[in-house]
Each structure stands twice: as C-alpha cells, then as structure tokens.
C-alpha cells in the first residue's frame, strides 16, 4: 500500500491517534512514526491489512470471500445470500454438517428445503464452561508486553 493511501484510510476510518493506536494495539508514537516518516518507518503490513479490512468491513480481496461480510458490532458474518452466522454457530458447523450427512443416510435426502433462521444473539460475554449460577469472573485486561512493569535488575 501506497503511504499516502495509508494516510488517507487511516484518517477516514479513525478520527485520532490515540483510537488507530488502541485498534491496532501500538503506541501512539508508532502511529504518528507511519503516518508522518513512512520513508523511514513504514507501516507494519499487518496493520495494512488490518486497516483494509475494517474499511471495507470485509474480508481480504479472494475469489472464495467475495460478497462475505462481518458485522464487528454483532459479531455475525454475512454470506452473499444474507445469511448470518454467529461466532458460536460457525464452531458448531462441522458437528451440524455430520448430523446432517447422518441424517440422509439413515432417511434420504430432506422433502423440502429448509427455511434460513436467523443467527441466535449471544451476548458479548458467552464463555466456555458452566459454573451454576454464578455471575461470569470479567476478563482481566489484556496488556502488552512491552507495556508491562519490568522487575529490576537486582531482583533477576
């Protein structure tokens, strides 16, 4: 990607630093360092593509993905025909996908097409495992390494 092309998506689809930082989990100098010294500081590809990405609101540019969409609000994925998967849902499709090859097996093929349902909503807080009825533990917030206290030296 193009330094300028960079410049202009980043200004688009972030209306700060300090918010391009956060997305892409790297100081605001780093930023500032691939927005204003792209020859000596290029951005990191991965942010490139990271960036394309929440622009288009779409998967990479690949003959298979096209028309795909991901919702990051609801977490749903949206196919060319309009329909939506869930996170969860999209774990459980190769347990469905041998069911439904079961299914056919012992009972032949299914009289008429089934009608698309919508994608359950899951909150944003689905976990794994059940602990009864015990409010869920929130998550511990993720830091990065290089951000994280360093021990001393006399303490190595």
Known sequence: MLP???YMLFWREFESIKAGADYFHV????????LYQPDKYPPNPCAEKLLVI?????LPNDTRLSGWTFDEHRLVMRTPEGREFNIK???????????YVEYRHLYGPLP???????????GKDFGYGFRGNQPRDKPAPWIPTRDK?????RFR
């Open 112 to 122: 008429r097409k089934p009608q698309p349902q919508p994608p359950r909503e899951y």
């Open 54 to 58: 929440k622009a288009r609101g779409y």
């Open 27 to 34: 100081r605001e100098t780093t930023v500032r360092r691939w």
């Open 149 to 153: 206290m360093k021990t001393p030296r």
């Open 89 to 99: 849902e999209l774990e459980s499709l190769p347990v469905w996908i041998d069911e």
């Open 4 to 6: 300028e092309s960079f």
